[in-house]
């Protein structure tokens, strides 16, 4: 079946590997565990621009679609989605003032004018997150509590991204609006473990 606009909920499960932060995207099954694989991404890690390739497989040759930043390296870069074809999908950006105390992404569709913002439901389990990040050694053990991302546009859901308890950093993307594009669901939902301590 492979990635369909009918599918609402994925599972996301970070793979670490040496040089490169790899993501397997599955549909849920009826248990609520992983069924079918419809995306693999693959990101360099230390790259100057950060460029993530999702692939519909681990055999990495059918591209699926990508995000790259606009810019080099920056707190508030914006992160264009592209789809296999070249097709702009939309983008999304960290708003970094906001940021401070409670993670707060922006997430626009290709020839909208609105964008949905995505923000921690939890400020104590933000605040949580960020003193854990100061302390030493934490690259090697990894925040353990679950988290939440909330996105709305207009006061209306659009799609909701929770991070799993466990060692493994694994999220449940939930998305509640129809027509937003699974790709760039599946974009912002990997950059938010990607990209989080940007």
Not at 115 to 137: C, I, K, N, Y
Not at 142 to 167: N, Q, T
């Amino acid at each position: 079946m492979g990635l369909a606009q009918s599918q609402h909920r994925f599972l996301v499960r970070q793979k670490v590997t040496l040089m490169a932060n790899r993501y397997l995207v599955h549909t849920v099954g009826p248990d609520g565990e992983e069924a079918e694989l419809v995306a693999f991404a693959h990101q360099k890690r230390m790259a100057f621009k950060e460029h993530v390739t999702f692939y519909t497989d681990e055999s990495q040759r059918q591209v699926l679609f990508t995000f790259k930043a606009r810019q080099v390296i920056d707190l508030g870069a914006t992160y264009d989605v592209v789809g296999a074809s070249g097709t702009r999908l939309g983008s999304f950006r960290k708003n970094f003032g906001a940021s401070l105390l409670r993670s707060t992404w922006h997430l626009s569709r290709a020839g909208e004018e609105r964008e949905a913002t995505g923000q921690e439901r939890s400020e104590v389990v933000a605040l949580l997150r960020r003193a854990w990040e100061f302390l030493p050694f934490t690259d090697l053990v990894p925040f353990i509590v679950p988290y939440h991302f909330d996105f709305a546009e207009g006061g209306r859901s659009v799609m909701s991204v929770d991070k799993l308890f466990g060692i493994r950093d694994r999220y449940v993307l939930d998305i509640a609006d129809p027509e937003l594009d699974r790709r760039l669901a599946i974009a912002q939902t990997v950059a938010l473990d990607a990209l989080q301590s940007r």
